[in-house]
């Protein structure tokens, strides 16, 4: 597995990182951890094949995860129409309301309803998730569960003999603890820096404990708000030592061999 960091940030952009999205390079072909702002120029940027991508897993509906879902899905249907191409389907996983998100953004929506001209849903399988498992076969499982922040959920992906967990957006959430028992991946966010946090999410210090108890192979910091720029280095380390394995916090574009 090859793990591609498109969007290691934020709504609000840095020199670094900007934007929540991950690719997975797999031998079953592209998946994608959502699909926020930029997620389709950086795929291009580096030369991806767009067709290879049949999975994408949403964690949650806030713009700066979802942004880029409908220019993918109009990219699908004009270039399937003008060119023949994306032929193959596409799987849509995420939390409770998937189908009602969809069917409000492409169906209610006056404005946006020209794109079902292109039959942009055509072939796109969508797969509401909560807690259990959502996919399974001897090649691939997907699990979910819920999570402390506005309807969401967390990941974890079994394929090619690598177990990975994805927390999306999230308070310290025992659930997803519980998920992540004996992974070799765990992506988390942090957030803020300890006694700076807003919202929902996760501080340095949380995470710094909740890898400790996990104690992954690869642990991957993202979600970063521009408060945590200057903490990087540090946060490494103490991740380091709480762990006892890899750690990463990439900027966006960064590769990690797995």
Known sequence: MRIIVLGAGTIIPTRERFGSSILLETSLGGILLDIGPGTIEKLKRIGYDLETINRILITHFHIDHVSDLLPFLKMRGLSRKSYGRFK???????????????????????????????????????????????????????????????????????????????????????????????????????????????????????????????????????????????????LRESLRRASGGLVYIPSDLDVIEV
């Open 88 to 234: 193959e389907p596409l799987d849509i996983y995420g939390p409770r309301g998937l189908n009602d998100f969809i069917e409000d953004l492409l169906l209610k929506n006056r404005f946006l309803s020209y794109l079902m001209n292109l039959d942009v849903l055509r072939d796109i399988r969508l797969h509401e998730c909560w807690d259990g498992v959502v996919a399974a076969d001897e090649r691939l499982e997907i699990r979910s569960v819920p999570v402390e922040h506005f309807n969401g959920v967390a990941y974890r992906i079994r394929v090619d003999g690598i177990d990975l967990v994805y927390s999306g957006d999230t308070v310290p959430d025992e659930r997803l603890i519980r998920l992540a028992e004996d992974v070799d991946v765990l992506i988390h966010e942090c957030s803020y820096p300890s006694g700076r946090k807003l919202g929902k999410h996760t501080s340095d210090e949380e995470l710094i404990e909740i890898v400790s108890r996990i104690r992954p192979r690869i642990t991957v910091a993202v979600h970063l708000y521009p408060e945590m720029e200057g903490r990087v280095q540090s």
